[in-house]
């Protein structure tokens, strides 16, 4: 399994910016269906606009040898590359009755619901096997520097909120305040990074919104 251009987006890619194969999602809109053969396209969009698509062959009509046949393109031009990739698949049997059907991971070897295939990546996998974190995680990642500023802040008793000076309190030691007033920078400085790298990324994004008119 090869890598996934992971400078693309500052950082281990997220879930959210990858192809997706939902098997629970085919099941339900019948692109799948246990005890047959069925054959189609998946293909994805982004604001509208098709960002990608694959053949596939869901073969769920041999016991014991039931899969998922992946066939698309990888790349461009001289790098372009024929891809045929099969993806085992198993089922359980809940309590309540039925069968709840799942992928193997071709890297992991276990039981998964989606696999995930990132911008630069080279084969659909499972999120563990390719690392993949959540937007919501990223935000909250983001957010951590202000949470410890106002956290400070409210202990050192002066208003919260990025560019608020703190003054010692009544009864604090100059020593502790000393102490507590060089967090406060440090955490002022990684909220002043992030702020910046914010502005970049909006930048970035009005940037490409122009050019797209």
């Not at 998964?112 to 959540?134: N, Q, T």
């Not at 202000?146 to 002066?158: H, T, Y």
């Amino acid at each position: 399994m090869g890598g996934y251009g992971s400078g693309r987006y500052g950082g281990r890619p997220i879930a959210e910016h990858c192809l997706r194969i939902d098997l629970a999602w085919m099941l339900r809109r019948g692109l799948a269906k246990s005890g047959t053969s069925q054959a189609g396209t998946l293909s994805w969009s982004c604001n509208g606009s098709p960002s990608g698509s694959i053949g596939y062959h869901a073969l769920m009509h041999e016991p014991g040898s039931e899969r998922l046949k992946l066939t698309y393109t990888r790349s461009k031009g001289d790098d372009a590359e024929c891809v045929n990739q099969t993806i085992a698949l198993t089922f359980t049997q809940p309590n309540f009755g039925g069968k709840r059907w799942w992928m193997i991971c071709p890297y992991r070897g276990i039981r998964v619901g989606k696999l995930y295939l990132p911008p630069g990546g080279d084969r659909f996998a499972s999120r563990k096997a390719w690392r993949l974190g959540y937007q919501s995680q990223r935000d909250a990642a983001r957010d951590r520097p202000f949470e410890m500023l106002f956290r400070l802040q409210k202990k050192l008793g002066c208003p919260q909120g990025w560019g608020n000076f703190p003054r010692r309190p009544k009864g604090m030691w100059q020593r502790t305040y000393d102490r507590h007033f060089e967090e406060y920078l440090r955490l002022d400085e990684l909220c002043a990074l992030e702020m910046s790298a914010t502005m970049a990324r909006l930048t970035g994004e009005l940037g490409k919104g122009w050019r797209n008119l």
